[in-house]
């Protein structure tokens, strides 16, 4: 039972450069989330998804981009990596129509922009 | 607005001493979902607790318990006899009935020294 799994778990960039944090899950959960991390900040909400092919805004979206093509499957990408976009980086899913209001996070991917 | 604020930033103690977290929060649903996150120093979510909106009992659970409190809009933790091991910064959390985004506090850094 996996989960939600993130990866890469690290990875450094050069400004400019594009990447996708990859991650998937295998509840059948409709909901998943991309949430950053910095420091003195706690969470924030990047994008979100309630579905596949749906997908919306958070609270820090500029700069990502986010597709819902399976259910299993979110993946961030960063088009032109920054420093300001160093941070940890957390997936989440989530089962609306179980009922439980349990939220599954990946084990979160520390990304450096240098 | 939706809004969690954990107004102590650092936390020190020493072994074996009582320790309150404090969270307050701010919605106007009546109906939504409070947690709490340990994340120790290697970085993963450990999901401690939820409780919803209607069900104001607190909890106990081993040394942590919880007093929530609809009418302060409060949600506090406290650890009984504090350990080493519990050294890590703790997230407070709100969800909004059926969605599936957390909106966290900024969080607060536990450190118990022996």
């Known amino acids: 039972n996996a989960g939600v799994t993130q990866t890469p778990k690290f990875q450094v960039l050069k400004t400019g450069q594009s990447m996708t944090l990859q991650c998937a899950q295998d509840?059948?959960?409709?909901?998943m989330s991309w949430y950053r991390q910095d420091p003195g900040m706690g969470l924030r909400l990047i994008h979100y998804?309630?579905?596949?092919?749906?997908?919306d805004q958070g609270e820090v979206p500029n700069g990502y981009n986010v597709s819902r093509s399976t259910t299993e499957d979110f993946p961030l990408r960063l088009l032109s990596a920054a420093p300001s976009q160093t941070s940890v980086y957390f997936c989440?899913?989530?089962?609306?129509?179980?009922?439980?209001?349990?939220?599954?996070f990946g084990e979160g991917s520390w990304l450096t922009v240098v | 607005a939706q809004k969690v604020t954990q107004a102590q930033t650092e936390i020190s103690v020493v072994e074996k001493e009582d320790v309150t977290l404090d969270c307050v929060y701010e919605?106007?649903?009546?109906?939504?979902?409070l947690f709490w996150y340990k994340q120790p120093p290697s970085g993963e979510l450990v999901f401690l607790i939820r409780?919803?909106?209607?069900?104001?009992q607190n909890e106990i659970s081993g040394r942590y318990s919880w007093n929530f409190q609809k009418s302060t809009s409060s949600f506090n933790f406290t650890i009984t006899a504090s350990q080493v091991v519990d050294s890590a910064v703790y997230f407070c959390?709100?969800?909004?009935?059926?969605?599936?985004?957390?909106?966290f506090g900024k969080g607060t850094k536990l450190s118990v020294k022996p």
């Open positions: 989440a899913s989530y089962d609306r129509q179980g009922g439980g209001n349990t939220i599954y």
């Open positions: 509840m059948n959960h409709e909901y």
């Open positions: 998804s309630v579905g596949a092919g749906i997908t």
């Open positions: 919605t106007r649903d009546t109906t939504y979902y």
């Open positions: 409780r919803n909106s209607f069900d104001e």
């Open positions: 959390a709100l969800k909004r009935g059926s969605q599936g985004n957390l909106i």
